[in-house]
């Protein structure tokens, strides 16, 4: 008999409005989903909808107003759209600050540390300051200080919107590769479809606010472990995207 896998993380009828003196905003209504084990979840929708506010959902720092949410999760890393360096700290020293913040800073972590930027190709660069790497090695830098505190979820809030085209790719590449050889779950945040499709197991589409899930869009390639720049060549991309981008019409309008 096939094991039944149980999800990480349950969101059942998740309701949440921010609260001011100018009254109540409602962001997020009803929304429900579930997350498992390994899964890199992509989430779109309309400017504004609320994506970001499901993230600090997950990460704990907000709690829902009603409904339900099961989570597995001890640790969370949250990865934003800048990378945050230190300038006057060394790239080594920039990954180690977290550990260096919660009293880690062991000599076994240390070396796993130096491992990480070894297997990532920033070990040359450990002694550099951030203004010396290109964008794309600053990114893979961040995600490193991410993973250093071995996180059981990576939520990524629109990590790759600041880069230029070209570096954007190179960097989806890398994170995608990182995430999956580091064994990770992940919920990315993003406005690009491509981006959706190129790194996604699922895509949600979130309607306007406030914010439900309106559609659940599985990505599935018939040739499997495709880095994302070969999803974006593959046959079925194409076919993702239209689906993706009418169901996003469908939510902008709605």
């Given at each position: 008999?096939?094991?039944?896998?149980?999800?990480?993380?349950?969101?059942k009828n998740?309701?949440?409005?921010?609260?001011?003196l100018?009254?109540?905003t409602?962001a997020?209504?009803?929304?429900?989903f579930?997350?498992?084990?390994?899964?890199?979840?992509?989430?779109?929708?309309?400017?504004?909808?609320?994506k970001?506010?499901l993230l600090?959902?997950?990460?704990?720092?907000?709690?829902?107003e009603?409904?339900?949410?099961?989570?597995?999760?001890k640790?969370v890393?949250?990865?934003l759209?800048?990378?945050?360096?230190?300038?006057?700290?060394t790239?080594?020293?920039?990954?180690a600050?977290?550990?260096?913040?919660?009293?880690?800073?062991?000599t076994?972590?240390?070396?796993?540390?130096?491992?990480?930027?070894?297997?990532?190709?920033?070990?040359d660069?450990?002694?550099?300051?951030?203004?010396?790497?290109?964008?794309?090695?600053?990114?893979?830098?961040?995600?490193i200080?991410?993973?250093?505190?071995?996180p059981?979820l990576?939520?990524?809030?629109?990590p790759?919107?600041?880069?230029?085209?070209?570096?954007?790719l190179e960097?989806?590449?890398?994170v995608?590769?990182?995430?999956?050889?580091?064994?990770?779950?992940?919920?990315?945040?993003?406005h690009d479809l491509?981006?959706a499709?190129?790194?996604?197991?699922?895509?949600?589409?979130?309607?306007?606010?406030?914010?439900t899930?309106?559609?659940?869009?599985?990505?599935?390639?018939?040739?499997?472990?495709l880095?994302?720049?070969?999803?974006?060549?593959?046959?079925?991309?194409?076919?993702?995207?239209a689906?993706l981008?009418?169901?996003?019409q469908?939510?902008?309008?709605?």
């Open positions: 008999m096939e094991e039944i896998r149980q999800p990480m993380i349950s969101m998740v309701t949440y409005s921010y609260h001011s100018k009254g109540e409602p997020l209504k009803d929304v429900t579930d997350v498992y084990e390994k899964e890199f979840i992509c989430l779109v929708g309309p400017s504004g909808c609320g970001s506010t600090s959902l997950l990460a704990g720092l907000i709690e829902a009603s409904g339900e949410l099961i989570s597995e999760i640790d890393g949250y990865m759209q800048r990378d945050y360096l230190l300038p006057w700290r790239i080594y020293d920039n990954v600050l977290g550990l260096e913040i919660q009293h880690k800073k062991t076994e972590n240390r070396e796993r540390l130096r491992e990480m930027l070894k297997t990532y190709n920033l070990a660069f450990a002694n550099k300051r951030p203004s010396e790497l290109s964008g794309g090695m600053r990114q893979r830098a961040a995600l200080r991410t993973l250093a505190l071995e059981d990576l939520l990524l809030d629109e790759f919107s600041a880069l230029d085209y070209q570096t954007r960097v989806c590449d890398d995608a590769e990182i995430i999956r050889k580091e064994g990770k779950t992940a919920i990315l945040v993003t491509s981006e499709i190129s790194m996604g197991d699922r895509v949600f589409v979130l309607s306007k606010r406030p914010a899930i309106l559609k659940e869009i599985p990505i599935r390639f018939e040739t499997e472990n880095t994302p720049f070969h999803r974006r060549q593959a046959p079925e991309f194409a076919g993702y995207f689906v981008w009418e169901e996003l469908k939510a902008s309008a709605g």
